[in-house]
């Protein structure tokens, strides 16, 4: 392990993959043990445009005695190389092998029996896929905590269904095409602390307007999603928590700061039981897309929540969040659901 760009105590280690057509490839696992060593452990998977710099998730899971550690995926954050696309993939398996060494390093390395895999937006639909293809070959996670899991376009069904499957039919042939898609830069504003947020990261990694959506990555999405709805057979204990509503508009409204600026939560709740027999469904109200970094009151519940799940399905709890903790980081610095076409 190398010192990370957020100082002691983290930490982190590069994973060497194979090369893809853009040239090498590596992911970063960030670490920041517990205290005193208890066996178990965390992983935080982080959304699209984006990475790990939320330390006071990490904070709260450490003061519990689990360890923690982050990825930063390939081409993405601490991982995005200057010859790449900042946060491609052709397809959501791209991402098993650096989740696969991830969880040999914490299991096998450092000693970790029990490991929790937390995933926020894209990263809680990578976290499920992977875990319902590793089911069977001992690197599963124990639990999954997902944290407003991407698993339906937040868009109107034409959109999101015949008009979306026309657009990545041509995904084989000019993958890295932009989408005419772009981001919203509301909840961009909502959470930074440069403009209405409270959080500081790197905007060179995590911009207000995003990365473009291009069409591979969006045909990898869609195919993670259709397999979802599908069915999963994940057999682990699953958190999901999502906010109470969207926010819809392309303008700014304090109306952002107490809801989904990103994706329809409604689509989480409906899909939620297509992942396994043993799935919790938590509303935060005044729940934004990332929960961990909504206003308070809100954040507190999110973890309030997180610890009674704990107690349910494991020895002990992360003691409380330290209210009003703020982060800062620089960059060198058929389950009942009715199926949907």
Request: charge should be neutral; include cysteine; glycine fraction near 8%.
């Amino acid at each position: 392990m190398q010192p990370d760009i957020l100082g002691p105590p983290y930490e982190q280690q590069v994973i060497e993959l194979d090369p893809d057509d853009e040239g090498p490839v590596v992911a970063t696992l960030i670490r920041r043990r517990a205290d005193r060593p208890s066996g178990r452990a965390v992983l935080y998977l982080h959304g699209f445009v984006d990475y790990f710099f939320q330390t006071h998730l990490a904070d709260h899971f450490v003061r519990g005695g689990w360890d923690f550690y982050a990825l930063d995926l390939r081409k993405y954050g601490r991982s995005l190389l200057p010859h790449q696309t900042p946060n491609f993939c052709r397809d959501i398996s791209d991402y098993f092998p650096e989740l696969d060494a991830a969880a040999r390093i914490i299991r096998e390395q450092d000693g970790n029996e029990t490991l929790l895999v937390n995933g926020h937006s894209t990263g809680g639909l990578i976290a499920s896929i992977w875990a319902h293809a590793r089911a069977d070959q001992g690197l599963a996670p124990d639990g999954l905590f997902l944290n407003s899991p991407f698993f339906d376009i937040n868009a109107p069904w034409l959109m999101r269904r015949p008009v979306a499957a026309a657009v990545c039919r041509v995904a084989a042939r000019t993958p890295y095409r932009v989408v005419r898609v772009g981001l919203s830069h509301v909840y961009g504003q909502s959470v930074h602390a440069s403009h209405r947020g409270e959080w500081n990261y790197d905007l060179a990694w995590k911009p207000l307007g995003g990365f473009p959506v291009r069409v591979g990555w969006l045909t990898a999405i869609r195919r993670a999603q259709k397999q979802l709805r599908h069915g999963l057979h994940i057999s682990a204990p699953i958190l999901l928590a999502c906010s109470t509503r969207s926010f819809r508009s392309l303008r700014w409204h304090d109306a952002a700061t107490l809801a989904d600026a990103v994706l329809d939560v409604e689509h989480m709740a409906r899909w939620a039981p297509r992942l396994g027999r043993h799935v919790t469904l938590v509303r935060i109200d005044g729940g934004m897309h990332d929960l961990t970094l909504s206003r308070q009151p809100a954040r507190d519940q999110v973890f309030s929540e997180l610890d009674r799940w704990l107690r349910a399905y494991f020895t002990s709890e992360p003691a409380g969040p330290d209210p009003g903790q703020r982060v800062s980081a620089e960059r060198p610095a058929s389950r009942g659901v009715p199926e949907e076409g």
